[in-house]
């Protein structure tokens, strides 16, 4: 295997990133086909820690590794929970130091093609959302709920649709973890937490059914 330490210089400003998010760039790891890099890209940080950012939302101590912080809280935190592997979960390995910072190494999920699993939103724009898919799609919401996991980006970009071992089909999120309200109370009550996750089902619900309607492949 590939080496995936805190040893290893990664260069990735001469490549392509495999997708972009509000924060955060996701590269194929140069060494290792099995693994992806996440690093934070510049715009996010003069964005998000500029000399106009309001002084409580900047972390002291974290500064603009706080969504890899939030990440590993909750990896974690399921972790903890089980004691056994989290498959709803996207698998954190390690970090890198890069020539774009500091890089958080992640599983790379892969469909039986070897190509990247699909996302939900892919799914649905390729009219590929049926009643199997919706299945998974509900069993992924059940363990979410019943788990200590906290959500703060629920969308049907942020998970993606995979075979296990035995080949049954699931949801894996891969982005959209942690709690980032100023008061934690999502962190302090398990109540709360779940109420909070409730909330963002229906509203999950409501963007597939938007993404369907302006796919224009669903009957109406």
Same mark, same amino acid.
């Given at each position: 295997?590939?080496?995936?330490?805190?040893?290893t210089?990664?260069?990735?400003k001469?490549?392509?990133?495999?997708?972009?998010g509000s924060?955060?760039?996701?590269?194929?790891h140069?060494?290792?086909?099995?693994l992806?890099?996440?690093?934070?890209?510049?715009?996010?940080?003069?964005?998000?820690?500029?000399?106009?950012?309001?002084?409580?939302k900047?972390?002291r101590?974290?500064g603009?590794?706080?969504?890899?912080?939030?990440?590993?809280?909750?990896?974690?935190?399921?972790?903890?929970q089980?004691?056994?592997?989290?498959p709803?979960?996207?698998?954190?390995v390690?970090?890198?130091q890069?020539?774009?910072? =500091?890089g958080i190494?992640?599983q790379?999920?892969? @469909?039986?093609?070897?190509?990247?699993?699909? &996302?939900?939103?892919?799914? #649905? *724009?390729?009219?590929?959302?049926?009643?199997?898919?919706k299945?998974?799609?509900?069993?992924?919401?059940?363990?979410l709920?019943?788990?200590?996991?906290?959500?703060?980006?629920?969308?049907?970009?942020?998970?993606?649709?995979?075979?296990?071992e035995?080949?049954?089909? =699931?949801?894996?999120?891969?982005?959209?973890?942690? @709690?980032n309200?100023?008061?934690?109370?999502? &962190?302090?009550?398990?109540? #709360? *937490?779940?109420?909070?996750?409730l909330?963002?089902?229906?509203?999950?619900?409501?963007?597939?059914?938007?993404?369907?309607?302006?796919?224009?492949?669903?009957?109406?």
């Amino acid at each position: 295997m590939a080496r995936d330490t805190m040893d290893t210089f990664l260069k990735l400003k001469n490549l392509k990133p495999l997708a972009q998010g509000s924060f955060r760039w996701v590269f194929q790891h140069p060494e290792n086909p099995d693994l992806l890099v996440k690093v934070i890209h510049a715009d996010a940080m003069a964005k998000r820690f500029g000399k106009k950012t309001r002084w409580y939302k900047r972390p002291r101590r974290y500064g603009k590794y706080l969504c890899f912080v939030r990440e590993i809280q909750e990896f974690i935190t399921v972790h903890a929970q089980t004691n056994t592997a989290v498959p709803f979960l996207q698998r954190i390995v390690g970090f890198a130091q890069t020539d774009l910072g =500091l890089g958080i190494i992640v599983q790379a999920i892969r @469909n039986s093609d070897g190509n990247l699993a699909p &996302t939900l939103r892919n799914l #649905i *724009n390729n009219g590929l959302y049926d009643e199997s898919i919706k299945k998974s799609l509900d069993d992924f919401l059940a363990l979410l709920l019943e788990s200590d996991v906290i959500i703060n980006d629920l969308s049907p970009g942020n998970i993606v649709y995979t075979q296990n071992e035995n080949n049954d089909y =699931l949801f894996v999120m891969i982005d959209g973890l942690g @709690n980032n309200s100023f008061v934690p109370f999502k &962190t302090m009550s398990k109540t #709360i *937490n779940r109420r909070s996750k409730l909330k963002r089902f229906d509203a999950f619900y409501a963007k597939i059914e938007h993404f369907k309607k302006i796919s224009n492949r669903y009957p109406a």
